[in-house]
């Protein structure tokens, strides 16, 4: 049985009457152990998978540098940094060999490769065996609908080449989970950076 947090169990659930987007109750039974849980019913062929992701805003409300270092001690406002982010991620992927993660934004990414160049070869490494895929090819998330063609260009060309050069990653998909509006030129421009 997999221990709490620490590896992946699919369990196939026969469903009688099955009524996408209901809600039912179950047991899965191991080792004279019966685990109540509850499932919702999916459409048929469907298999999801959740990987582990995080999203910093640097620039938006505080400066780039707040997001890599603690900057409000204070424990009802403390939240961890992108650096301890990246590490724990790492960490995890060097424990548990299915471990698997996404990294995106280059604001963090940059600063945390200048500054830790003990996790270089691993962070490689992880990208070369598939275990972490690198998202979004831009610099970071621009808010396309309030700056030029230009700026968004020159961010797919910072952010795909720092991806691609120094990372050894080739970015494949495009997002912006966190703007506020996006220019309908954008899905062009980014087929054209790749």
């Given at each position: 049985?997999?221990?709490?947090?620490?590896?992946?169990?699919?369990?196939?659930?026969?469903?009688?009457?099955?009524?996408?987007?209901?809600?039912?109750?179950?047991?899965?039974?191991?080792?004279?152990?019966?685990?109540?849980?509850?499932?919702?019913?999916?459409?048929?062929?469907?298999?999801?998978?959740?990987?582990?992701?995080?999203?910093?805003?640097?620039?938006?409300?505080n400066t780039q540098g707040a997001y890599?270092?603690?900057?409000?001690?204070?424990?009802?406002?403390?939240?961890?940094?992108?650096?301890?982010?990246?590490?724990?991620?790492?960490?995890?992927?060097?424990?548990?060999?299915?471990?698997?993660?996404?990294?995106?934004?280059?604001?963090?990414?940059?600063?945390?490769?200048?500054?830790?160049?003990?996790?270089?070869?691993?962070?490689?490494?992880?990208?070369?065996?598939?275990?972490?895929?690198?998202?979004?090819?831009?610099?970071?998330?621009?808010?396309?609908?309030?700056?030029?063609?230009?700026?968004?260009?020159?961010?797919?060309?910072?952010?795909?080449?720092?991806?691609?050069?120094?990372?050894?990653?080739?970015?494949?998909?495009?997002?912006?989970?966190?703007?506020?509006?996006?220019?309908?030129?954008?899905?062009?421009?980014?087929?054209?950076?790749?």
């Amino acid at each position: 049985m997999a221990r709490p947090g620490h590896g992946v169990v699919e369990i196939p659930v026969a469903v009688d009457e099955p009524v996408v987007g209901r809600r039912r109750a179950a047991r899965a039974h191991a080792a004279g152990v019966a685990v109540p849980f509850t499932f919702t019913v999916a459409e048929p062929g469907w298999t999801v998978f959740m990987i582990s992701h995080f999203h910093y805003d640097p620039v938006w409300w505080n400066t780039q540098g707040a997001y890599t270092s603690v900057w409000q001690p204070d424990p009802p406002s403390r939240c961890r940094n992108g650096f301890e982010l990246v590490r724990a991620h790492l960490e995890m992927a060097r424990r548990e060999p299915e471990y698997k993660f996404v990294l995106a934004e280059v604001d963090y990414l940059k600063p945390y490769w200048d500054t830790h160049p003990e996790d270089r070869a691993d962070l490689r490494r992880l990208i070369a065996d598939g275990r972490v895929e690198v998202m979004g090819g831009t610099y970071n998330e621009p808010n396309t609908n309030l700056t030029s063609a230009e700026t968004t260009i020159r961010n797919f060309v910072h952010g795909s080449g720092f991806q691609r050069d120094v990372l050894g990653a080739a970015p494949a998909t495009a997002w912006q989970l966190d703007v506020f509006g996006h220019d309908p030129q954008f899905p062009g421009m980014a087929a054209d950076a790749g």
